[in-house]
């Protein structure tokens, strides 16, 4: 009778216990002591919801958000933080110490870089070659 | 942004440049997932009345409505990306309140539990009968039906109150309920018993 009275069945079904309670005092009786407690409990006394406690909703939820981009922007400061440190020392090892840098570099640059000549025998023709512009750059050569 | 909704005025809101407010709830809680908060600002104003009548009739007293509410509505804020679109935006919604009452009302029994055993009363003075007897003997004759309410189990009281005050199906009631619809059916009907033995007492 409660789903009855609730209207959960289909229509046909409905239609059919509709008929039924029309000649049954017991469910007739049962059916209006349903409607009864509904007419009761609609008498509940029930406050509407207050514009001030609606307002602290509001903000709550406001505040809710300001706190959720602080955190978004903080975490990617950090990220960013992070990547700059990791090329920071990725760069700075893959630069290698000086010595390493000198011996990879070319005869000719080292040679044309040299604070003092170098024994021609040593060097190779281009590296003699950078040698002897450097020295003319110089004056070393007679050059003006 | 800080916004005054004192009175009902609604205030200007920022331009959002998506258009208007109106629109299905569905539409506004896609916008409030995409980033739009007043969307989520538009569902509250929508909303925020009905949870509450709700969430009196599930807890009892204005204070503590008023605290599951916002707890509703900020948990639902901060994890808009739970929605599915499975169901309503209300019953999503209601369904939280639903839990927040619980867990407001279970906090609530262990604290009277605990205040009974302090003042050398019985524990089970806290249960579910006994308040509807102490409601009786200190009001008058005139009936109270939110005592009546209370005194109720919170499974009882949530499907009487989602059935005769939100009206919702035994569909709905299971969704929000998380159970059959054959268990909301015979929860009602347990429920309903128990309601007209509690309400022969003022008779």
Redesign the interface.
């Known amino acids: 009778m409660?789903?009855f009275y609730?209207g959960?069945f289909a229509d046909e079904e409905q239609r059919g216990l509709q008929e039924h309670v029309a000649r049954c005092a017991e469910c007739a009786a049962e059916l209006e002591?349903?409607k009864a407690?509904?007419r009761?409990?609609?008498?509940?006394?029930?406050?509407?919801?207050?514009?001030?406690?609606?307002?602290?909703?509001?903000?709550?939820?406001?505040t809710?958000?300001e706190k959720?981009v602080f955190r978004t922007a903080q975490a990617l400061a950090m990220a960013a933080a992070v990547v700059l440190a990791v090329c920071a020392v990725w760069l700075w090892q893959a630069g290698g110490a000086p010595e390493a840098y000198a011996a990879a570099a070319p005869d000719w640059e080292r040679a044309a870089v040299a604070q003092q000549a170098v024994v021609a025998g040593g060097l190779s023709a281009e590296a003699q070659f950078a040698q002897w512009i450097v020295e003319d750059l110089g004056g070393e050569n007679g050059s003006e | 942004m800080k916004r005054n909704y004192i009175n009902g005025s609604r205030p200007e809101l920022p331009d959002t440049g998506g258009g208007c407010l109106h629109g299905s709830d569905s539409e506004l809680l896609a916008r409030a997932q995409a980033g739009d908060d007043s969307a989520f600002h538009e569902l509250i104003e929508r909303h925020s009345a009905s949870l509450f009548r709700l969430g009196f009739l599930l807890v009892g007293n204005v204070a503590d409505a008023e605290d599951v509410v916002q707890e509703t509505l900020l948990g639902a804020f901060q994890h808009l990306v739970r929605f599915k679109g499975h169901s309503s935006v209300k019953t999503w919604l209601t369904r939280i309140l639903v839990k927040q009452a619980a867990r407001h009302h279970r906090s609530r029994f262990r604290r009277r539990t605990i205040s009974l055993e302090e003042t050398g009363g019985k524990p089970g003075e806290a249960g579910e009968a006994s308040a509807l007897d102490t409601q009786i003997q200190s009001a008058d004759a005139r009936m109270d039906v939110r005592a009546v309410l209370e005194a109720l189990s919170a499974e009882h009281r949530q499907v009487v109150v989602l059935r005769e005050y939100e009206g919702m199906s035994y569909r709905e009631i299971s969704e929000v309920l998380n159970m059959p619809p054959g268990t909301v059916e015979s929860r009602l009907f347990r429920a309903r018993e128990h309601l007209k033995r509690l309400l022969k007492a003022y008779e």
């Open positions: 409660s789903a609730d959960q002591r349903l407690l509904s009761l409990l609609a008498c509940a006394d029930v406050p509407r919801l207050s514009p001030g406690a609606l307002e602290r909703i509001h903000q709550a939820v406001d809710v958000g959720a």
